[in-house]
């Protein structure tokens, strides 16, 4: 069954430095998402892409984050220069389409920021 | 807008007695409504959705869930407990415009022997 992957698994940072998280995507989905989980809390959304673009984000997602498809399979959020708060698991979802359709979400990458 | 709350952070049962954790939405449109479950340090697994249709929807491991547009909820349920059940379970509501989905904060189930 196909399912959405995510590269590193862990990621340890120093504050400050930049950080790129990966996914792919299923192959034949339209729209990616990036979510975040704090350690104990909710799952909170971040931001959606369709067609090579931004279709909704968070107050989360302010100008230190920034995301991209860079090729025909990958979908990355980078962080460009992290902050204690951000330490989190982030999770990547593709659905097929909106709403209605089922998110399917990666495995996450755990961030740890010291 | 659109809003989920789960009600009791924490559920505990014995092995074989039923499991209820109970989830209300709030929506301005006809909601798309999930049940996730999370196990320990892994990713989320949906269990079951409604979308439209029957109100009563079976999903994976036993559980189903029924939609109640009158109540606004959509409470997950399983006739007999197990071991395995337990987990974190999240409930999450979309809708045909949001795309994005907005999650509970989350009802921690512990199974005891």
């Known amino acids: 069954e196909p399912e959405v992957t995510q590269t590193p698994s862990h990621q340890v940072t120093q504050m400050g430095q930049e950080v790129i998280l990966r996914c792919v995507p299923i192959?034949?989905?339209?729209?990616f998402y990036w979510y975040r989980q704090i350690l104990g809390q909710k799952v909170e959304f971040l931001v959606s892409?369709?067609?090579?673009?931004?279709?909704?984000k968070s107050e989360i997602f302010d100008d230190q984050f920034s995301v991209e498809r860079p090729d025909g399979s990958n979908f990355t959020l980078k962080i460009r220069s992290t902050k204690l708060e951000d330490s989190a698991m982030y999770f990547c979802?593709?659905?097929?389409?909106?709403?209605?359709?089922?998110?399917?979400f990666g495995p996450g990458t755990r961030l740890l920021v010291l | 807008a659109q809003s989920v709350t789960q009600l009791g952070s924490h559920v505990s049962v014995s092995e074989g007695a039923l499991v209820l954790l109970r989830c209300n939405y709030s929506?301005?449109?006809?909601?798309?409504l999930f049940w996730y479950v999370q196990y320990p340090n892994q990713g989320l697994q949906l269990l079951l959705k409604?979308?439209?249709?029957?109100?009563l929807v079976k999903g994976i491991n036993g559980f189903e869930a029924e939609f109640k547009k009158s109540e606004t909820s959509f409470h997950l349920t399983k006739p007999s407990a197990h071991m395995s059940d337990a987990a974190e379970y999240f409930c999450?509501?979309?809708?045909?415009?949001?795309?994005?989905?907005?999650f509970g904060d989350g009802t921690t189930l512990t199974v005891k022997p």
């Open positions: 979802a593709s659905s097929e389409d909106r709403g209605q359709e089922t998110q399917y």
């Open positions: 409604y979308t439209t249709g029957a109100t």
């Open positions: 929506s301005s449109v006809p909601p798309y």
């Open positions: 892409f369709y067609n090579n673009e931004i279709s909704e």
């Open positions: 999450a509501v979309s809708n045909a415009n949001a795309g994005k989905s907005t």
């Open positions: 192959s034949n989905h339209l729209y």
